[in-house]
């Protein structure tokens, strides 16, 4: 491996942009190379980044030598496809969220990485924050008993337009995959797989869901009560609550820097932990530790825990009968 880990970019728009920004902060990044549809999505890139080489596909990318890990930031509907070219090719992948449409998509992306050894992972950045990593410490220290129910959400005001990603059901839109995913994949973090789920959303005109509510039960009996909306904003907080305490990560929670452990009985404790970066930067630092280690997969964010959550939003799109035109 070289001496930075020279990263690739697979697309070349608004979440693409925000990786390049992560990537600029890392010691051990270098950002080498581009791909985009057109000549000039990647020269604008290219431009506003000071990326030299510059491709005008996504082949040409993934058969670029000198690559070690390609971000894939493109609609959900190409994860699939974008990360197997990649694979395809040997490189480690960073894939973004939700990792593909559905469970099906995302065995075969699995599949084929741990067949061919190669580095995989599912860009959830949230999970790599440093407040996330003090989190799983102090549950793992059972600082707030066992937890019990979760409540979390995940809605914001999108304007709406039938032609954009959002909206588009050929493009795999809806809340669920876009940001709904962030309170199922907190759930999962927390407490593991679901063994009951319930679901409500409303499908809008476009027939993707705009506002969804989940309940989600647990073996040992607890619950998550998660909710994510792409035409109204939701406070954007989540709240663990345990046998002996609470913990609330505040808004907003995904990106998250202050968290207030309250135990019950005695007086509140705020934890201040600012990010550095613009937050993206965490994401691509664990792809760097376990390329660095030898190792094809992130015990922060595992394939099979992946692969579970897809199996979770299956279930719940399963159950208001959501089928996108990729799946018929
Ligand atoms: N982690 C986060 O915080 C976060 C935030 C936003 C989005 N995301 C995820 O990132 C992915 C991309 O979202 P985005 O908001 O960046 O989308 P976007 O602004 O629409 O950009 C998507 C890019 O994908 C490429 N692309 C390939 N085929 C396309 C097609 N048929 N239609 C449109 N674009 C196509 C385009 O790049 P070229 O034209 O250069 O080929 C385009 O610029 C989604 O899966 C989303 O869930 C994650």
Same mark, same amino acid.
């Given at each position: 491996?070289?001496?930075?880990?020279?990263?690739?970019?697979?697309g070349? #728009?608004?979440?693409? @942009?925000?990786?390049?920004?992560?990537?600029?902060?890392?010691?051990?990044a270098?950002?080498?190379?581009?791909? *985009?549809?057109?000549q000039? *999505?990647?020269?604008? +890139?290219?431009?506003?980044?000071?990326?030299?080489?510059?491709?005008?596909?996504?082949?040409?990318?993934? !058969?670029d &030598?000198?690559?070690?890990?390609v971000?894939?930031?493109? $609609?959900? /509907?190409?994860?699939?496809?974008?990360?197997?070219?990649?694979l %395809?090719?040997?490189?480690a992948?960073?894939?973004?969220? &939700?990792?593909?449409? !559905?469970?099906?998509?995302?065995?075969?992306?699995?599949? +084929?990485?741990?067949?061919?050894?190669?580095?995989?992972?599912?860009?959830?950045?949230?999970?790599?924050?440093?407040?996330f /990593?003090?989190?799983?410490?102090?549950?793992?220290?059972?600082?707030i #008993?066992? /937890? %019990?129910?979760?409540?979390?959400? +995940?809605?914001?005001?999108?304007?709406?337009?039938?032609?954009?990603?959002?909206?588009?059901?050929?493009?795999?839109?809806?809340a669920?995959?876009?940001?709904?995913?962030?309170?199922? *994949?907190?759930?999962?973090?927390v407490?593991?797989?679901?063994?009951?789920?319930?679901?409500?959303?409303?499908?809008?005109?476009?027939?993707?869901?705009?506002?969804?509510?989940?309940?989600?039960?647990?073996?040992? =009996?607890?619950?998550?009560?998660?909710?994510?909306?792409?035409?109204? *904003?939701?406070?954007?907080?989540?709240?663990?609550?345990?046998?002996?305490?609470?913990?609330?990560?505040?808004? %907003?929670?995904?990106?998250?820097? %202050?968290?207030?452990?309250?135990? +019950? =009985?005695?007086?509140?404790?705020?934890?201040e932990?600012?990010?550095?970066?613009?937050?993206?930067?965490?994401?691509?630092?664990?792809?760097? @530790?376990?390329? @660095?280690?030898?190792?094809?997969?992130?015990? /922060?964010? $595992?394939?099979?825990?992946?692969l579970?959550?897809?199996?979770?939003?299956?279930?719940?799109?399963?159950?208001? =009968?959501?089928?996108? $035109?990729?799946?018929?």
């Open positions: 491996m070289a001496e930075k880990i020279r990263w690739g970019i697979l070349t #728009g608004n979440i693409a @942009r925000q990786f390049a920004r992560g990537l600029a902060v890392l010691p051990d270098q950002l080498l190379a581009v791909g *985009s549809r057109s000039a *999505s990647a020269d604008a +890139f290219g431009d506003m980044f000071s990326v030299k080489r510059r491709y005008t596909s996504y082949e040409a990318l993934a !058969n &030598p000198d690559i070690d890990a971000y894939v930031g493109t $609609p959900h /509907v190409f994860h699939k496809e974008n990360t197997l070219l990649c %395809r090719h040997g490189k992948v960073l894939c973004e969220k &939700p990792f593909a449409i !559905n469970a099906n998509e995302a065995q075969e992306m699995i599949d +084929f990485a741990r067949e061919h050894k190669l580095f995989l992972m599912e860009a959830m950045w949230t999970r790599y924050m440093p407040i /990593v003090h989190l799983r410490e102090l549950l793992a220290q059972r600082v #008993g066992d /937890v %019990r129910m979760i409540h979390s959400d +995940f809605g914001f005001r999108a304007r709406f337009n039938p032609e954009h990603r959002l909206f588009k059901p050929e493009l795999g839109g809806g669920l995959l876009d940001v709904g995913i962030y309170p199922v *994949s907190l759930a999962s973090m407490l593991g797989q679901p063994e009951r789920i319930a679901s409500l959303a409303h499908l809008g005109e476009t027939g993707v869901d705009e506002n969804t509510a989940m309940l989600l039960g647990y073996p040992d =009996g607890a619950l998550a009560v998660l909710s994510t909306a792409i035409r109204t *904003s939701t406070p954007h907080v989540a709240i663990l609550n345990g046998t002996e305490g609470r913990i609330t990560i505040h808004s %907003r929670w995904w990106v998250p820097s %202050r968290m207030t452990v309250e135990i +019950f =009985g005695k007086e509140a404790r705020e934890i932990m600012p990010y550095t970066g613009n937050g993206y930067n965490y994401e691509a630092d664990e792809v760097a @530790r376990c390329l @660095r280690a030898g190792l094809l997969e992130s015990d /922060v964010m $595992p394939l099979d825990e992946t579970a959550i897809m199996r979770t939003m299956d279930e719940i799109r399963a159950q208001w =009968g959501l089928k996108y $035109p990729v799946e018929q």
